[in-house]
């Protein structure tokens, strides 16, 4: 089968479309043909190269094949498979996304709703769930609450601006005046701008803010919280700075907030059926729509971390195997379009 690997760390450039041995599911697990799959920023981070520890948890066997997000056909099931067979179409997370076949666990999978295309469902597991887990889980959003979503244009930030609305919340995304009118047409209620404006230094007071870009300190966010306000952040891998000053400044973000009526969370989502189950159901409502921002085939897989490393993607990135079909949508090249 054909497949994006690499063997050793680096830019974009180590990547190569190779010929490798077709994979077979373990126990537990299932083989799946690849239809679709998306770009993530820990792709990017364990391409580069992070701290040894994060490569021995995330990296896998060589030659190291990347990608996680994935939507396709179930081909094969292990032992101890239940809820799956073959022929479902699923989606959910993988190792080795980037290929045409792929295995995951049964337990980071679930069936992919009829009239969902599977670019669609491969731009949501991990952005959709980290966007619903954070909100709901880590900061117990309300109906009618005032939350601010920093980093609103990206592929988690798209999410969680649909999602607070549909939990009732008045929503007030940060981004860059480009993509403005992206957000606003998602819902949000707000739009600040943060090339001219420093939202920790308004007036507004938050009740939760859901922190995807790390550029500021606690004690700016403390600052527009309200008493007891929540900070949640998810976005230690969407930027630039490496993974040490990342977690280094999350350590002393949640340090600090021990000692304050406002908190400081962290987390990183926990994929699991029922939840991505949930996101299938608003794709398939039309609740929740993914933003993709640019296709690509399997060869041009660099290309698309090139485009994620440069930290100005709107919404997602997907990776296209097969061509269109009543399951798939057209690929097109234009950027920021919404699929559902």
Request: proline share 5%.
């Amino acid at each position: 089968m054909k497949a994006i690997v690499y063997r050793q760390n680096g830019p974009p450039d180590v990547l190569s479309l190779e010929e490798i041995g077709k994979p077979s599911p373990g126990d537990r697990e299932v083989l799946i043909q690849v239809h679709a799959a998306a770009v993530n920023p820990l792709d990017y981070h364990l391409l580069k190269g992070g701290p040894i520890l994060f490569r021995l948890l995330f990296g896998g066997h060589k030659p190291h094949q990347p990608g996680v997000d994935v939507a396709g056909i179930v081909e094969a099931i292990g032992r101890g498979v239940t809820q799956l067979k073959p022929g479902d179409a699923v989606f959910g997370t993988c190792r080795g996304a980037f290929a045409e076949y792929a295995v995951g666990p049964e337990s980071s999978l679930a069936v992919k709703p009829v009239g969902v295309s599977f670019e669609a469902a491969a731009a949501s597991p991990i952005a959709a769930l980290t966007a619903l887990q954070g909100l709901r889980d880590r900061g117990k959003i309300q109906p009618g609450q005032r939350i601010l979503i920093n980093g609103a244009s990206g592929g988690v930030g798209t999410f969680a601006v649909q999602l607070g609305k549909i939990f009732g919340a008045h929503v007030t995304a940060v981004c860059s005046a480009g993509n403005a009118d992206l957000v606003r047409s998602l819902g949000a209620d707000a739009v600040i701008d943060y090339a001219r404006q420093d939202f920790t230094l308004g007036r507004e007071r938050y009740d939760l803010i859901f922190d995807l870009a790390g550029n500021h300190s606690f004690a700016a966010y403390r600052r527009i919280l309200t008493a007891h306000g929540i900070c949640v952040g998810a976005g230690v891998l969407a930027g630039p700075k490496s993974l040490l000053v990342m977690f280094a400044g999350l350590l002393g973000k949640l340090v600090r907030s021990r000692f304050s009526s406002r908190k400081f969370t962290f987390f990183m989502a926990k994929v699991n059926p029922k939840d991505l189950s949930l996101v299938g159901e608003l794709l398939a409502g039309g609740q929740l729509r993914p933003v993709i921002d640019r296709r690509y085939s399997l060869a041009e897989v660099p290309e698309a971390m090139r485009c994620q490393g440069t930290w100005h993607a709107r919404g997602k990135l997907v990776v296209n195997l097969v061509e269109a079909s009543a399951e798939t949508v057209p690929v097109h090249r234009s950027a920021g379009s919404m699929v559902g």
